[in-house]
Nanobody
Framework: QVQLVESGGGLVQAGASLRLSCTVS????????MGWFRQAPGKEREFVVG?????????YADSSVKGRFTISRDNAKNTVYLQMNSLNPEDTAVYYC????????????????WGQGTQVTVSS
């Protein structure tokens, strides 16, 4: 059983930073490709950024977050992080971490395991 627990969300002002954490239970973390997704009110869930099992490669959805958001992982702690800088109101969403044992992918259906989500709200 793989369980994911996110933390670190909150309410911040535009321009601030937040770091989200996602701790994964089980002994498979080092084989998991990890991704962060987000879902804004009234919108579809969207891929934000992912990282390979080794941590050597990262991949971003688009330029809106590249350069501001950084994903990293610590396999010794079974934890993946999302550092978010220069936040703006358009980043307001519930952020989810997800784990895939089968693919390095941006598609949500490839991720079998999901956290419960953490709310990030950015005020202007």
């Amino acid at each position: 059983q793989v369980q994911l627990v996110e933390s670190g969300g909150g309410l911040v002002q535009a321009g601030a930073s937040l770091r989200l954490s996602c701790t994964v239970s089980g002994r498979t973390f080092s084989r998991c490709r990890m991704g962060w997704f987000r879902q804004a009110p009234g919108k579809e869930r969207e891929f934000v950024v992912g990282i390979t099992a080794s941590g050597r490669n990262t991949y971003y959805a688009d330029s809106s977050v590249k350069g501001r958001f950084t994903i990293s992982r610590d396999n010794a702690k079974n934890t993946v992080y999302l550092q978010m800088n220069s936040l703006n109101p358009e980043d307001t969403a519930v952020y989810y971490c997800a784990a895939s044992l089968v693919a390095t992918t941006t598609m949500s259906y490839d991720y079998a395991y999901w956290g419960q989500g953490t709310q990030v709200t950015v005020s202007s």
